[in-house]
């Protein structure tokens, strides 16, 4: 039975998967052998964690729970960080690594979203942005042996967290995966390289800087290519490359916190910290959820201010939740009451003050957006035994890749919400 390693390219889009000028020969390689999408329509919001969340259950947001890369908690108040899994919030339904272990396939994970605490694992080097994070979670003999071969794994939290020194981070988890296929090669490998989200970021997504970051990520595809040929594995594994989001290029930030300030419904101290009042938003770049206080006429209120709100070009109700793969608020305590969706050239951050924003990060290019703007789309090739050959699909969607990576395994994901992809697979297994 074929083995799969699918390499999740943060950042990968539709448009720069689809860019001829664009060196990279192992991409055009596996695109000429196997199938090639025109778009893999992400989850929304169009950021990481939803998204890699929605790729590994084959489920909606609604269903897994990971609703941005950062939500409110409105049962406990607290702002709940999933970027970097700072908070212990696995999804809600079962995994692609839980249905290959059910079905007694190994499964190994380098840098692969929310994957704290998955004991199933039997390689896991989790994404972190804190290194004590890193040292409590990780698989303790892959650990070791990466010190014993003088990879400097003690940087890993600071590679991540500096967008700059991303090439770093992504070079320390290929030799991860490059050492897990040596010693223990896994039934299923998950991979996930963050470079050209950095640069897309920091520079915009058509920069020189983000061209650069694909090619040379392409490279490293390259080397575990090669390494998968030379142990005699290329033949029968399946090669899947996805993107999780495409991005838009931005310019102007958009604060809705300082708006809802102004008009006296968010409270702040003079750091800038929110200490209260009866709406307030958590933005996920693109977009953002807003969470209202129950009392009369506050909802109303809040709308009418956030339509205002420079940068703000819609606020959407709970009646388009379902339709964007979102749960209602009454049954997720981190579903905003409402969603923002951010204008052209904009991006939404959680800043209650322009002083407060003024020291943070700038972006170029961001997403979050909604899946129906194909800037969105990510870009999809893969090639294998199990793939059909020298094909071109249309845009495919995320909710598509769990069930077809578990078709492949031979093992059952029941919970996924639609069959494996007759698109991609030679016949469904
Ligand atoms: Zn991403």
């Keep these: 039975m074929p083995a799969v390693v699918l390499v999740s390219i943060d950042g990968f889009s539709a448009a720069l998967a689809a860019d001829p000028a664009l060196r990279t020969p192992a991409l055009r390689g596996l695109a000429a052998r196997g199938v090639a999408a025109a778009g893999l329509r992400p989850a929304f919001p169009s950021v990481t964690w939803p998204c890699h969340t929605t790729l590994i259950t084959g489920t909606a947001p609604a269903r897994h729970g990971i609703l941005g890369n950062e939500v409110l908690d409105r049962a406990s108040g607290v702002v709940l960080c999933h970027e970097g899994d700072r908070c212990d919030t696995p999804p809600r339904v079962p995994t692609l690594w839980d249905a290959a272990a059910d079905g007694g396939r190994s499964v190994a994970a380098l840098c692969w979203p929310k994957t704290r605490g998955a004991t199933r694992l039997a390689d896991n080097v989790p994404e972190f942005l804190d290194q004590e994070l890193f040292e409590a979670w990780v698989s303790q003999p892959l650990w070791d042996e990466a010190r014993a071969l003088r990879l400097p794994v003690e940087r890993y939290a600071e590679w991540s967290r500096v967008r700059a020194l991303s090439p770093l981070q992504d070079w320390l988890t290929l030799e991860l995966a490059r050492h897990v296929l ?231 994901l029941p919970t996924a919400e639609r069959p494996p992809s007759p698109l991609i697979l030679r016949r469904a297994r």
């Design 182 to 412: 040596r010693q223990r090669p896994p039934d299923l490998l998950l991979v996930h390289f963050l470079t050209l989200d950095s640069f897309q970021h920091e520079f915009g997504p058509g920069s020189p800087e983000a061209r650069w970051a694909l090619e040379h990520l392409d490279m490293l595809l390259t080397t575990l290519l090669a390494d998968l040929d030379a142990g005699g594995r290329l033949a029968t594994t399946d090669v899947i490359v996805i993107g999780d989001h495409g991005f838009v290029e931005v310019g102007r930030r958009s604060l809705p916190n300082d708006a809802l300030r102004a008009a006296g419904l968010l409270r702040v101290n003079t750091s800038g910290q929110v200490t209260g009042g009866e709406a307030r938003v958590v933005a996920n770049g693109g977009s953002a959820h807003v969470y209202v206080a129950p009392g009369r006429g506050h909802l109303e209120r809040a709308r009418e201010v956030l339509a205002a709100a420079p940068g703000v070009a819609e606020v959407l109700g709970p009646e388009t939740f379902a339709d964007l793969g979102l749960p209602r608020p009454q049954d997720d305590p981190t579903q905003g009451d409402l969603v923002l969706h951010a204008a052209e050239g904009w991006f939404i951050t959680r800043h209650a003050t322009v002083e407060d924003a003024a020291t943070a990060l700038d972006y170029r290019g961001t997403h979050g957006h909604r899946p129906d703007d194909p800037r969105l789309h990510a870009g999809f090739v893969a090639a294998g035994p199990s793939i059909h050959t020298g094909t071109r699909v249309g845009v495919l969607d995320q909710l598509d890749i769990a069930p077809t990576a578990a078709a492949i395994l031979g093992v059952a």
